[in-house]
């Protein structure tokens, strides 16, 4: 696999391991309470990641489809474009950028914890199986469409670039949440 996708497949597998510690160290009847009423509990946090997998998984999978069509060969340096970079800069941990979510991705029921990491994993494999899918692609060459908002578009190796920082942010939170 190409250096910057292993990166990348790096980042989920550490999310995958963050969330599977989070599990070993809060108690099951600790995951659904919040600690401000603003603010999300440990099991919203991680549903809203699966919510936010469930949307992407079809796109990332489409995406690598279209590149796959193209007649041109992966660079040797994958980039992201102007906003691909924008958003990953702001998604990570430490949290600087609060942004509001959309409906669609607001966790409206909670699973028990188990079920919630189990969705997790099968949505993190899935995520992994389109990275590796996508080497020695034309990532750049592909422009997915956000599920969050219809009219900001980036490049696909910008994509699996901020889906990982995107959890990371998450994960940090519920990591807040259970510090408490």
């Not at 969330?19 to 995951?31: A, C, G, K, M, T």
């Not at 994958?78 to 949290?95: E, F, K, S």
């Not at 020695?136 to 578009?153: I, Q």
């Amino acid at each position: 696999m190409h250096p910057q996708l292993e990166a990348i497949a790096d980042e989920y597998k550490s999310a995958q391991a963050r969330l599977h510690e989070l599990v070993r160290v809060i108690p099951e009847e600790r995951w659904a309470r919040r600690v401000d009423p603003a603010r999300w509990s440990v099991a919203e946090c991680v549903a809203h990641l699966n919510l936010t997998s469930l949307a992407y998984v079809p796109l990332l999978s489409h995406a690598v489809s279209r590149a796959r069509m193209l007649e041109r060969r992966a660079p040797g340096r994958y980039r992201r474009d102007p906003i691909g970079w924008l958003l990953w800069a702001t998604m990570g941990p430490p949290v600087r950028v609060r942004l509001k979510t959309i409906a669609r991705f607001l966790p409206s029921s909670l699973a028990a914890p188990a079920l919630l990491v189990q969705e997790f994993d099968r949505l993190q494999a899935a995520q992994l199986d389109c990275l590796a899918q996508a080497d020695g692609l034309p990532l750049a060459a592909v422009r997915v469409t956000s599920p969050f908002n219809a009219r900001v578009r980036y490049n696909l190796y910008a994509c699996f670039t901020i889906l990982p920082r995107h959890q990371q942010r998450h994960l940090w939170q519920a990591e807040r949440v259970w510090e408490g």
